[in-house]
């Protein structure tokens, strides 16, 4: 048996809640922040390109981080803790949240916040020479950044206004249907992005030292249908809105359906209260693909969950929780979104194809931010049908997992944070066996031998059969 997984032993709250409550009166004095030895680290030169690149798009004025990150007296009361934060290297609590494990499986996703190495360092080092500004002239022009207003897809095609609730100051969690919204499509189109926003009465203005003083949505699940009809193109599942959660950009080759004369069937929202009463409305645009585009893959059948066999203990750390599924199609997976509540703190997802087991990916697991892994073109796991996929979780009930209310509670599967799911909602796309030769003939282009090895893909280097060879002959391998 070959065997490619190595273990190790080890989304509303705060976006950036790891550094609130970080002691700061360590902070540099003045005087060794002016200080700065030549040549060594300084905000200027090193410091603020980081921020720019990784984590200014949260932490700036009226956005979801505490505090703003954009200017050295942003910064430096702040140097101690972005040194432990960064430092903690996607294990939970660690900034800027990227939790997937950089020594197990596929490394290659878009939108990577990560920091690499030599940036972990240099923030460290920083903080330690007294967080020296450094040479004025050498600081980056500042980010512009868009406007509230602005769409990150870019201008819609159609924007739908959910109904309006109203959230008073105190309240308990509520869950469920908020209605249905009529797109007024006359005609089929397929959509390549959508994107879901809150809009509500909290000043912009107002502090806040977390997201769920600004917001009164938790997440949403919804799905667009065609009332009455039936048939494989009578509903389309959209993905979660969640709070942090970026825009869905969709594979040019698997775009998602929404129907002539359908509805939004706003099945199950998670409300809660801020702190005020507030009234609030969620925005849904989306963004059409050309109107005789066709999409090469369908959506996969993809279902790899366990919320029935929940048997969470009180206080025991390294519990684990199990799902599998067999794979009924050829499939390629675009994204790994692992899904579990407060207890949950580190998912790994493996795939078995005979007698090789592949650990694909593992990462650490904090139920403060939601977190969409999307692999990179060429690197998304290509598995063929019988494949087995294993979901692994581990949870830690603890008064080590400070995102616990009480420790000493059982937990069995439920909706609410102190209740635990164990999900993976990735998504993936199916293929005809001719269409999964064809990808696997372009991976096993990238090869460089027979040593090399693609993960995510266990047909990579197996024998040619007369079928690929004729796939490869095609292509003029």
Not at 61 to 87: C, F, H, I, N, Q
Not at 173 to 180: A, E, F, K, L
Not at 187 to 199: G, M
């Amino acid at each position: 048996m070959t065997v490619l997984r190595r273990l190790p032993v080890a989304s509303l709250v705060a976006v950036a809640a790891g550094f609130v409550g970080f002691v700061t009166s360590a902070a540099p004095s003045a005087q060794s922040a002016s200080a700065g030895a030549a040549g060594g680290v300084t905000f200027t030169k090193d410091i603020a390109p980081i921020l720019q690149r990784k984590c200014q798009s949260c932490h700036r004025p009226d956005s979801v981080a505490p505090m703003s990150l954009l200017t050295y007296e942003d910064a430096r009361p702040w140097a101690r803790a972005m040194k432990t934060k960064t430092g903690l290297r996607g294990q939970r609590g660690s900034m800027p949240p990227w939790g997937i494990e950089k020594d197990i499986g596929i490394q290659q996703f878009k939108n990577d916040r990560s920091l690499t190495e030599d940036e972990i360092a240099a923030i460290a080092k920083w903080a330690d020479s007294g967080a020296p500004r450094g040479d004025p002239a050498h600081m980056p022009p500042p980010l512009k950044f868009a406007d509230a207003d602005t769409w990150s897809i870019g201008v819609p095609d159609l924007v739908l206004r959910g109904p309006d609730v109203v959230v008073p100051a105190v309240a308990g969690d509520r869950w469920g249907p908020i209605g249905q919204v009529s797109t007024g499509l006359t005609e089929d189109r397929w959509v390549s992005a959508v994107e879901v926003r809150e809009v509500n009465d909290v000043p912009k203005s107002g502090a806040s030292n977390t997201v769920g003083g600004r917001l009164v949505y938790h997440h949403l699940t919804y799905s667009s249908k065609v009332p009455d009809a039936s048939g494989p193109n009578a509903s389309t599942t959209w993905p979660t809105h969640e709070v942090g959660r970026n825009a869905d950009v969709f594979s040019p080759d698997a775009g998602r359906l929404l129907q002539a004369n359908s509805i939004l069937d706003l099945t199950s929202a998670h409300l809660h209260a801020n702190g005020r009463e507030t009234r609030s409305h969620l925005e849904f645009a989306f963004k059409f693909f050309p109107k005789d585009y066709k999409p090469l893959y369908p959506q996969a059948r993809f279902n790899l969950a366990n919320t029935i066999d929940m048997d969470v203990k009180p206080n025991t750390a390294n519990q684990e929780l199990h799902a599998y599924q067999v794979l009924q199609e050829n499939v390629k997976i675009i994204t790994f979104e692992p899904h579990m509540h407060a207890t949950g703190v580190r998912m790994c997802v493996e795939a078995i194809w005979g007698g090789s087991i592949q650990q694909l990916n593992c990462t650490s697991y904090d139920h403060n931010w939601v977190t969409v892994y999307t692999y990179s073109d060429g690197a998304e796991p290509l598995l063929p049908k019988g494949t087995v996929l294993h979901l692994i979780g581990w949870l830690d009930t603890t008064p080590a997992n400070k995102n616990l209310v009480d420790n000493r509670n059982w937990v069995g599967s439920g909706r609410r944070s102190v209740a635990s799911m164990f999900i993976d909602i990735g998504t993936a796309v199916a293929l005809s066996n001719e269409q999964f030769l064809a990808e696997m003939v372009k991976r096993r282009q990238n090869l460089k031998g027979k040593n090399d090895w693609d993960i995510g893909c266990p047909l990579c280097q197996a024998p040619i059969l007369d079928t690929l060879r004729q796939a490869e002959h095609a292509v003029g391998r």
